[in-house]
């Protein structure tokens, strides 16, 4: 009854998984189109009983003769946002109509159906399920923690069948994977091969999606999409949901006691549904809401849905994560925190503004399931976040987001033991796709400038947004910010995305005399040098020729203290490698002058930038 496996269990299951249904993987399969799902909630059971319909279709050129149907089966993982608990899903019934079962592999909660007929191209075919997701008492381990009294948030995916194998059971980590006998790394599909499939769900195109859910009458129910109608029954209450346009079939559920605050972007409802107590940072969310749709309808592309949602959940997990229109934030990311910004890092604005980016960086361009592909997720998320950021506090503010960054990277890096790809080739190295991202993204537009980039940026939506297979690569993106960049910056683009690259700047001696005319006249000795790192982390000094922030401010920018107001002037120089005497002249008598003070170049010492100046 209350046999939850162990971490342990989990992963020799989860290899088990691998050796013997990865082969199916490689099979065509049909593709979900169409979605009907029904979830009564129980919270105080706890249970969710789920039941609909998944309508999907032969999109390719050949007869389709058998479909593959899994299930979740308990299971404990790792990830770089935390523990991850998989209750099991009890399947009540599953009806593939025109099909029988010719493999039933129990363990794995996985089915192979051969249709009486085989599917011709463009067909479809309809799945209908009834499953129970549910704890039976109290275990040591693999306790539900996700549908609960006040604060019920699960995916959907938990909640329903998929067709095809479960690719969120498979290992990653490649001691794990050498330990239970798989090669190191999970076999990356060929460009072509990959391009067919996004990397979250190899069943699905973006989908039609019809949610109803039913609860208690004193919570309010979330799920993605325009709620269109809602009935009460007793003390159970059930509310429907359609999706407005094709989605990502990758979505959550929620239920609570909220308390909600409403407010208008235009003709899109900005909604915050919150414990009523946790009011410090509502308004902060709804204001930098506001800001990041601004900038990204135009900028990017319109934004697609008529709602935003922002839909706190209980500290059992601290992320926030986007779903169409909705994103879960826990209270512990941001809810029940008081924030202090007085050193000018507002990290609820900054996590509000990267999971709506992914309203455009994943909901509108899907990244293909291959490496790198994720860039177009994170490291676009990051760059729109920043953009939000330097509109809000000014570009002399974004360094402290940027500071942040580069301690990020450099400190993971030094602790991966595996090896560092690269941007363009990046795979599970969060620190890379997220920290190294923005940053390299902020530093293209500065060099590129901010239309350039978004030109970039608009040409890959208009290629590829909401348009299902094939799905946009990294080299998609390199190529729309090749077209876009002058001769003199490819370079550039090169070293961010294609190597390993890092800066040494400083500066030192500096000092300044008065002019007759009143104004300062600043002499300083600036250093840059660039260096490749390998896979292994052995580096080679390359030749440097760049473009450099030299500044000239009253109050360190590195300090707290700093504040747009305290710049006198920032210019921009043109460095090669070495050692050099630069001057500038400034109207008001200069305190701190420094290169790359802002800290736009990934430098590994980012305390020698910025000198006093003596006088
Ligand atoms: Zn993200």
Redesign the pocket.
């Known amino acids: 009854l209350n046999d939850f496996p162990t971490f342990n269990e989990s992963q020799r299951w989860a290899a088990d998984y691998e050796k013997t249904l990865l082969h199916y993987d490689e099979k065509p399969q049909p593709k979900i189109t169409d979605i009907t799902l029904e979830a009564d909630i129980y919270p105080d059971a706890p249970k969710i009983v789920s039941r609909g319909t998944l309508t999907f279709e032969n999109k390719t050129a050949a007869p389709i003769g058998e479909v593959y149907v899994s299930w979740p089966r308990a299971q404990v993982q790792k990830s770089f946002i935390g523990t991850r608990i998989t209750p099991e899903l009890e399947l009540k019934s599953l009806i593939v109509p025109g099909a029988r079962i010719v493999r039933d592999y129990r363990d794995f909660n996985f089915r192979v159906y051969r249709f009486d007929t085989a599917m011709a191209p463009g067909e479809r075919r309809t799945i209908r399920f009834e499953a129970v997701r549910e704890q039976r008492g109290f275990r040591n381990t693999g306790n539900e923690e996700r549908i609960v009294d006040n604060g019920t948030f699960v995916e959907n995916y938990t909640i329903a069948p998929s067709l095809g194998i479960s690719r969120w059971t498979l290992l990653e980590d490649r001691a794990t994977r050498r330990k239970f006998g798989l090669t190191p790394d999970l076999a990356p599909l060929s460009e072509a091969q990959g391009r067919k499939f996004n990397y979250i769900r190899h069943d699905s195109d973006p989908v039609n999606a019809e949610i109803v859910l039913t609860g208690p009458v004193d919570q309010t129910l979330l799920a993605p999409g325009k709620q269109v109608a809602r009935s009460v029954n007793g003390a159970r209450q059930t509310v429907r949901f359609r999706s407005e346009a094709p989605m990502m079939n990758f979505f959550s559920i929620q239920a609570a006691r909220y308390a909600v605050r409403k407010d208008w972007w235009k003709d899109v409802s900005i909604e915050v549904y919150h414990h009523p107590a946790h009011i410090y940072n509502v308004d902060r969310m709804v204001s930098v809401t506001k800001d990041a749709l601004d900038y990204y309808s135009s900028n990017f592309s319109p934004y697609q849905f008529g709602q935003f949602r922002i839909v706190e959940f209980p500290a059992y997990a601290k992320f926030a994560q ?1 779903f169409p229109g909705t994103v879960p934030y826990s209270e512990g990311a941001g809810f029940i925190l008081k924030i202090d910004d007085s050193a000018g890092v507002d990290y609820i604005s900054y996590v509000t503004a ?2 709506l980016a ?1 309203q455009w960086w994943f909901h509108q361009v899907t990244g293909a399931d291959t490496p790198g592909s994720t860039i177009l ?2 490291t676009l ?1 990051q760059y729109s976040t920043l953009m939000v950021m330097e509109k809000r506090y000014g570009p002399a503010m974004v360094q402290r987001f940027l500071k942040s960054a580069a301690n990020g990277y450099l400190t993971m890096r030094g602790k991966d033991n595996v090896t560092e790809p690269t941007l363009e080739k990046v795979q599970e190295q969060a620190y890379v796709r997220y920290e190294k991202g923005g940053i390299v993204m902020y530093l293209l537009k500065d060099r590129m400038g901010e239309e350039a980039v978004n030109r970039a940026l608009r040409s890959l939506i208009a290629k590829f947004a909401f348009k299902g297979a094939p799905y946009a690569t990294s080299s998609d993106l390199l190529a729309a910010l090749r077209a876009e960049a002058r001769p003199d910056q490819q370079q550039l683009i090169t070293d961010l995305f294609q190597k390993i690259t890092l800066y040494d700047l400083k500066a030192d001696n500096a000092r300044a005399a008065r002019l007759p005319d009143g104004k300062w006249r600043v002499e300083m000795f600036v250093e840059a040098r660039k260096r490749y790192a390998d896979r292994k982390g052995i580096e080679t000094e390359a030749p440097l020729d760049e473009v450099f922030d030299v500044g000239a401010f009253n109050v360190d920018p590195a300090t707290a203290a700093f504040r747009p107001v305290n710049v006198i002037k920032v210019e921009k120089w043109r460095l090669r490698s070495g050692r050099h005497r630069v001057a500038i002249v400034t109207d008001c008598k200069p305190s701190f002058v420094g290169l790359d003070p802002y800290l736009k170049y990934i430098d590994r010492n980012a305390q020698d930038n910025i000198v006093p100046v003596h006088f």
């Open positions: 986007a990267h999971e992914h997720s994170e998320a």
